[in-house]
């Protein structure tokens, strides 16, 4: 929609035009270095990624735990599946965002010394961590299946999915620049839409199935659904949005834990999981309702350093003057929140470890349903805390920083 020029100084329809969907969609806001909003998805997502982990046996334990303990562990799982999605719309969110100065070659350059070095090492240190506790033997097949599958440890695809989306990111920045808001914003629905019927015709039909080239293609529309919700302009004020987004989230997250109750009783374990999936509907939503809410509670600028964003409508901001000292503003939308989400890498790759070598080789049983659900939770808070002071302590170190 053409926009004219006025009095408050609004872009000219034709200066509208040429800015590109991105421009259009962030009027009035100054772009920083430090997006709160971004680092606690990272945040809040790592916890989710460790509570599946942590609370997938009891889930698959249907029948053999207490109704409690199953009903506890299946609802956290419930409210945890937007985690993998989450980070991948962060990233889609941060990476997609046209930079014209960039060439392929840098682009690449970078990604790749983020991603290769953890994606080889891992890989190969993963194989040979599940071979010996396994007790196989640990041969070159091992290692060239491992890499062509794309799945040398149960969380590693993450790895291969973020390579793959990297490689074509070039090409997804080209068509958001060039793309008006209506088809980039059918084109995530398209993506979400395919990979929702392919993961339930995989399913129930089975077929088909992923390895180190294809993992990332169903996520596609993950990774675009990232950059339209960092770019699309909040149509209310933040509380309202975030309000009706937890009410989305928490409405999607009884659903799926109802439905998987129901399922479960009529189609068994091994059918009556689709809910929890990454690609289903109900995950979709859940996801793209947890994007919003944290965008709406922590914002798109650090306070500190940006200006207040715009009155909708207008390019100009609510107050001429910067939003928040340093010594006054709030400590979760400083840059500090990032240093803590930059751990979130190496939490992800590390927590695997203890959790299998420390609980999951010795897993201890308790009496009391309650004292095993506090079990679980503590085991969730030590991972990650835990984890992240390693991880704090790896990237001390020059040469182990770039797996981390």
């Not at 790749?112 to 599940?130: E, H, K, M, N, Q």
Request: overall charge positive.
């Amino acid at each position: 929609m053409a926009r004219t020029r006025s009095r408050s100084g609004g872009p000219t329809g034709a200066t509208a035009r040429a800015a590109g969907p991105i421009e259009r969609a962030n009027l009035g806001h100054t772009t920083t270095g430090h997006v709160p909003w971004l680092s606690w998805a990272r945040i809040v997502a790592i916890v989710g990624v460790v509570t599946i982990h942590v609370y997938s046996h009891l889930t698959l334990e249907w029948g053999t735990v207490t109704a409690r303990q199953w009903h506890f562990g299946t609802f956290l799982q419930a409210a945890s599946r937007f985690s993998v999605p989450l980070f991948l719309m962060v990233s889609g969110a941060v990476l997609l965002r046209p930079r014209p100065g960039e060439r392929l070659r840098d682009f690449y350059r970078r990604r790749a010394s983020r991603v290769a070095i953890p994606l080889v090492v891992w890989t190969c240190g993963y194989l040979v961590f599940d071979a010996w506790t396994h007790g196989r033997p640990i041969t070159p097949y091992l290692f060239v299946q491992g890499f062509l599958w794309g799945k040398p440890y149960y969380h590693l695809y993450f790895l291969y999915v973020v390579a793959g989306l990297y490689l074509v990111t070039p090409f997804l920045r080209t068509f958001v620049a060039a793309a008006d808001r209506r088809m980039v914003l059918a084109a995530t629905v398209c993506l979400l839409g395919l990979s929702s019927l392919d993961k339930i015709q995989h399913f129930y039909m089975g077929g088909g199935g992923f390895n180190a080239f294809s993992y990332f293609v169903p996520f596609l529309g993950y990774y675009l659904a990232g950059y339209v919700v960092a770019t699309t302009r909040l149509p209310w004020p933040r509380r309202t949005v975030a309000l009706g987004a937890a009410a989305v989230f928490v409405g999607t997250t009884v659903t799926v834990h109802v439905g998987t109750w129901w399922m479960f009783g009529a189609l068994g374990v091994q059918h009556g999981r689709i809910l929890y999936d990454y690609h289903a509907p109900t995950i979709v939503v859940a996801s793209i309702a947890m994007a919003f809410f944290l965008r709406a509670v922590f914002g798109d600028h650090d306070l500190g350093t940006a200006t207040v964003p715009a009155r909708p409508g207008t390019a100009q901001p609510d107050t001429a003057r910067p939003a928040s000292s340093a010594a006054g503003r709030p400590w979760w939308v400083t840059p500090r929140v990032r240093r803590y989400a930059d751990l979130t890498f190496g939490v992800f790759l590390l927590h695997p470890l203890p959790l299998e070598l420390l609980v999951r080789r010795d897993q201890p049983e308790f009496a009391s349903p309650y004292v095993d659900i506090a079990f679980h939770l503590g085991v969730i808070v030590a991972l990650v805390v835990g984890c992240a002071v390693v991880t704090f302590v790896l990237r001390q170190v020059p040469v182990l920083r770039r797996l981390v």
